[in-house]
């Protein structure tokens, strides 16, 4: 299901030993992780584009500690994912949420994320899935109709795209972040629902929506860690320990 991602391609990529090749020639080398990298170099913002090093490390001592264990279940419960589904996570980060809810219910996984580091991180963790570094802003390369599930979990969205690659009457899944997520380091935010509700309005049907609140009691070490994977310096030194709020909207849709 993966489409060269050269402009004015698009063609069908097929696989030969540790390579990706399209019928036009362009070829895509598979990392020693397992992860494949199709990002083009005019797709690049920066040298180094999407999470740090620092920030995919951070996060993933949060998830070791099980701080946002309470998030998945919820994600899993609205989600009600089937074996047989085809799931894709657009900015998938890590792959905490993708990899922990494939291993869960056993459906066919594929990630994308525009982080080298964050996407090596998931295929070492979660090898049993696919993992792609693209920008998902500008181009999913992937073909038509191939998933009947898209997660975008506190990611950038790209409606447009997230409709070509669902099938007719497939699910989509957001996580945005509540106004009381992390209040207590950034204070209150904005409510992002109704603003969210309408980018997908021309061809999405919101039928599920909840809001889900947790919170943790963080040590010093832990509160650092969340810092820094909001790329947040802390104004008052040294961080000390402190109980964190983690809140999530969730907006379950059905592609028209």
Known sequence: MLLCPVRNCHMPLRRAERRL???RGHSFDVARSG???LLQPQERRSKHPG??????AARRRL???GVTEPLLRAIAEMLAARPSDIVLDAGCGDGFYLGSLARQTGFDAHGVDISTPAVDAAARRYPECEWIVANADRFLPYADRSFSIVLSITARMNAGEFRRVLRDGG?????IPAPEDLVELRGAGRD???????TFAPEFTLV?????????DLDA???HDVLVSIYRPMRVQPVQAMRLTFSLDLLRFRAA
């Open 35 to 37: 992860y494949i990298n």
């Open 192 to 198: 992002r629902v109704a603003r969210t509700i309408q």
């Open 21 to 23: 090749l399209c019928p």
């Open 221 to 223: 070490a832990a509160v």
């Open 171 to 175: 699910g989509l899944l957001v996580a």
């Open 208 to 216: 599920d929506r909840r809001r889900v609140v947790t919170a943790a």
């Open 63 to 65: 998830q070791d500690r």
């Open 51 to 56: 999470d740090t090093a620092a920030a995919v």
